[in-house]
C-alpha cells in the first residue's frame, strides 16, 4: 500500500462508485456523470480496500455520533 489516503465514494445521482484521493476543502465530483451529490463510504477511509481494517474500526465509524 502507498503512502497515500484513498476514499471510496458514491454518486447519489447516478450509483457509479469510484475510488480517489481527496483534498482539503475540494468538492467531490462523478467521474461518470459529473454530480456533485456523492456520498464517501467511512470504512474505506484511509486504505485502498477494507482489508487492513479490523473489527474495532467499523465500530468506531458505526457508533460515531
Known amino acids: 500500500m502507498n503512502d497515500r489516503f484513498y476514499s471510496e465514494f458514491k454518486c447519489a445521482q447516478c450509483g457509479h462508485r469510484f475510488s480517489r484521493?481527496?483534498?482539503m476543502n475540494e468538492n467531490i465530483q462523478c467521474?461518470?456523470?459529473g454530480s456533485f451529490f456523492v456520498e464517501q463510504n467511512p470504512y474505506l477511509l484511509g486504505t485502498e480496500s477494507a482489508e487492513g481494517l479490523t473489527?474495532?474500526?467499523y465500530y468506531a465509524v458505526a457508533l460515531k455520533p
Open 21 to 23: 484521493v481527496p483534498w
Open 31 to 33: 467521474p461518470r456523470c
Open 55 to 57: 473489527e474495532e474500526d
